[in-house]
């Protein structure tokens, strides 16, 4: 007797793929869409490299191809002028293009729920306090990497990375950035981590079926 293949995250990896492609055509900046889409390439082989090894949970998969979308679409128009942004701009009456902020309220939403699963199986941690301290921890520290990135990006191709930065004339932009990202892992910890708690146990219970299969075969 075998486990049946789990086929959800070759459906996500494939709409991920067609996703990656049709973002790239008649993209505004090729140059910007490579930066910004650069997590995604990344990100992906790592996923198909371990996943035998190491899977994760469902909302796991599914969260990171979230990003790796909302990354896709920040690539094709550029951060600045995404049509949904535009849209929520005129309507709200705001000063910019927020789809920058939905960026960062992901890049702390979808890390925190990244980092909890590798804490919770990798260490000793629990669920409960110091775990979501540390998980918001990993989550500020990814984000100010990201805004590193983006400053040697700057200093890299200077006036041409104005796109990719993504500012709109905001001198607080960086702040804005890693605030959203700490809203986006608080919220995140707040509304998934009891969904999270359940999919590692019934992912626990798979592995440990499939290694009692496999000594019993032997």
Known sequence: MTTPPRREPVILLAVGLVALVVSAIGAASLGTWFMEVLAALIAAPILVLTYRRFPLTPVVYRLILAQAL???????????????GDWVRDALGLARNPYDRLGHLAQGFVPAIIAREILLRRTPLRPGGWLSALVLCVVMAVSATW????????????????????????VWDTQWDMAMAAVGA?????????????????????????????SGTQ
Not at 70 to 84: C, K, N, Q, R
Not at 152 to 164: E, K, P, R, T
């Open 147 to 170: 805004e590193l990135f983006e400053w040697v990006a700057a200093l890299i191709g200077g006036s041409s990375a104005d796109d990719f930065l993504g500012t709109q004339g905001d």
């Open 70 to 84: 909302i990354l896709m679409i920040g690539g094709h128009w550029t951060y600045a002028e995404v049509p949904a």
């Open 186 to 214: 608080i919220v995140s910890l707040l509304l998934l981590s009891r969904l999270h708690d359940r999919q590692l146990l019934d992912l626990g219970r798979r592995d440990a079926w499939i290694r009692a299969s496999r």
